[in-house]
């Protein structure tokens, strides 16, 4: 570039001295005009498009027959005292899967709820009877040796 202005610059020197001041300008415009033209732009890249956002999955549709099932499945955990850690960790299965399965009305995956189901099905395990409590400690291994301490 620098070239080019000490071109300009002879250029001028010349035409101040021999030429009138109209052609002067006339050229040094026209000069100016070719050095000053931008480069011709290199096609620049094409802008990256953005990935359309997904639409939103649709849900299930709501079961009613699962729903009522759900329930009937929630009932019998109450009514056998099972609690979702015992039940989850039967199935082999994550506590809040369990729970997100049957807290939704939309039905779950046809594996978990033909586990379900089986489970619903199945009869109760027997409860395991606990000594009866007494606050005397009558009946533990213990109050034998408490009451011998006391006799005296």
Not at 122 to 142: I, K, M
Request: hydrophobic fraction near 40%; charge should be positive.
């Amino acid at each position: 570039m620098s070239g080019t202005l000490d071109a300009l610059r002879q250029a001028a020197t010349v035409l101040l001295a021999e030429a009138p001041l109209p052609v002067v300008r006339a050229t040094l415009r026209a000069l100016l005009a070719d050095t000053e033209a931008p480069p011709a732009k290199a096609a620049a890249p094409p802008q990256p498009q953005k990935p359309k956002p997904k639409a939103a999955p649709t849900p299930k549709p709501a079961d009613g027959e699962w729903d009522a099932r759900r329930r009937e499945i929630r009932a019998a955990i109450l009514d056998r005292g099972v609690s979702y850690n015992d039940l989850a960790e039967q199935f082999g299965l994550a506590v809040p899967t369990l729970r997100h399965a049957l807290g939704r009305r939309e039905p779950p995956t046809r594996a978990m709820r033909q586990r379900l189901e089986a489970w619903l099905e199945s009869e109760p395990a027997p409860a395991v009877a606990e000594p009866p409590f007494r606050a005397n400690g009558a009946g533990s291994a213990h109050a034998e040796g408490a009451e011998r301490a006391t006799r005296g």
